[in-house]
């Protein structure tokens, strides 16, 4: 997953593991704040320019969006 996820969900362990073992003692109340940009969106046609600019295929394209690489 991503930084921000693995970020997310290890605190949400630690939380939830201090409260079932020490009712919640040891939290300490750091704040984290995370910026996050807007999106740009592309056509259809922007999107198959950067494909065939960089020889990517269709389906090595999908790939890389969903992160499975």
């Known amino acids: 997953m991503s930084k921000t996820y693995d970020l997310l969900a290890d605190s949400f362990t630690e939380i939830i593991n201090d409260y079932k073992n ?35 295929m269709q389906s090595l394209l999908a790939k890389y969006n969903k992160g499975s690489l």
């Open 22 to 56: 020490n009712n919640g003692k040891n939290l300490t109340h750091d704040k984290i704040s995370i910026h996050i940009s807007n999106v740009k969106q592309y056509s259809s046609s922007e999107i198959g320019h950067i494909r065939t600019s960089n020889n990517l």
